[in-house]
């Protein structure tokens, strides 16, 4: 069980240019999230999915996409990659933990662009 | 402005120290939880409070939710440096909605 896994671990990119973020989860969670860490403000709800086939905007969803083929997989995209968006990007999928729900996070992606 | 305001942001103590940290906001929570990340990896969910003026402890972490459910803490006793790391609180207004999260407190523990 390897839990909530996300490649690549690294990246850098060049203003414009594009790329996609894979997270894949095995616990059969139906919601998945995608979140970004600034340095003092905590994470940022990107977009998250309730289900496969399903996606809806978050908190700061501007310039990134969102694809939910297959409930194991979560892909976020970058269309045209711009400075703003150097960030560590963490995904999450969520379970019903008797009374509460929990987020498990992957270990994230650290993505620069210059 | 954030929804939820975490003091203080940075936190350096020495090993055996007692501490104190705060997420306030003016809005009402359904749920509050709290997280612990380390360097390089994912936030790891401590505690879950969801009854005002709740208590719950986890070895030497006391944890508070506010009467009015608007605010916590979270109080480590005897702090080692294995408790160095980001806590970060997060809170939904409604049952399964989804989660805001503070700007986080960075705890460094020397030994």
């Known amino acids: 069980n390897a839990g909530v896994t996300q490649t690549p671990k690294f990246r850098v990119l060049k203003t414009g240019q594009s790329m996609t973020l894979l997270c894949a989860q095995d616990m059969n969670h139906e919601y998945m999230y995608w979140y970004r860490q600034d340095p003092g403000m905590g994470l940022r709800l990107i977009h998250y999915s309730v289900g496969e086939g399903t996606t809806a905007k978050g908190e700061v969803p501007d310039g990134y996409n969102v694809s939910r083929l297959k409930k194991q997989n979560f892909l976020l995209g970058l269309e045209s990659a711009a400075p703003s968006q150097t960030s560590v990007y963490f995904c999450?999928?969520?379970?019903?933990?008797?009374?509460?729900?929990?987020?498990?996070f992957g270990p994230g992606t650290r993505l620069t662009v210059t | 402005t954030q929804l939820l305001e975490q003091s203080p942001q940075f936190l350096s103590i020495q090993e055996g120290e007692n501490l104190t940290v705060y997420c306030n906001s003016s809005s009402v929570f359904s749920s509050l939880q709290w997280y612990r990340q380390e360097p390089g990896e994912g936030p790891v969910l401590l505690v879950t409070v969801v009854t005002g003026g709740e208590v719950k402890k986890l070895k030497r972490l006391t944890f508070q939710f506010g009467d009015a459910r608007k605010d916590s803490s979270l109080h480590i006793t005897a702090a080692q440096p294995g408790d160095t790391g980001l806590y970060l609180c997060a809170a939904s207004r409604k049952a399964g909605n989804m989660l805001t999260f503070g700007g986080g407190t960075r705890l460094m523990v020397k030994p």
């Open positions: 999450a999928s969520r379970a019903w933990t008797g009374g509460s729900y929990e987020q498990y």
